[in-house]
């Protein structure tokens, strides 16, 4: 019996793992290295605190995360640029046009509290 549930676990995990890569274009880590190289950035820089800047740039500190994750994003870049005295930027992964909403809610946040974060954003280049 145990040894059937850890099969069970394993193929479970397995497939969970597998269906969420099927759902994206490429890994997160992708489109990180991509921007991070075009803007001559620096890719995965260990911060003060010991997280993990996605891109730091001359002026920016950048989180790089997919359009449904936005949420997230906000807390890691504003915590990035604290740590690395710098401002703060989110590249927002569109892979379709209907991420188009999760651009919407984050611009409606960052306006609404004038919170100081650029965005930028990679893939789909025509979201209307």
Known sequence: MK?????????????????????????????????????????????????????????????????DKWAEAVGQSLNYALESHRQAGIVLILESPKDRKYLMRLNAIINHFGLPIRVWTVGVRNTD
């Open 3 to 67: 040894n059937l549930f850890m099969a069970f676990t394993f193929w479970l995990s397995l497939t969970t793992s597998c269906q969420v890569l099927a759902t994206r274009d490429h890994p997160e880590k992708w489109y990180q290295m991509q921007w991070c190289q075009e803007i001559y950035g620096q890719p995965e820089v260990i911060l003060p605190d010991r997280t993990r800047c996605d891109c730091l740039t001359e002026h920016y500190a950048v989180e790089v995360e997919f359009a």
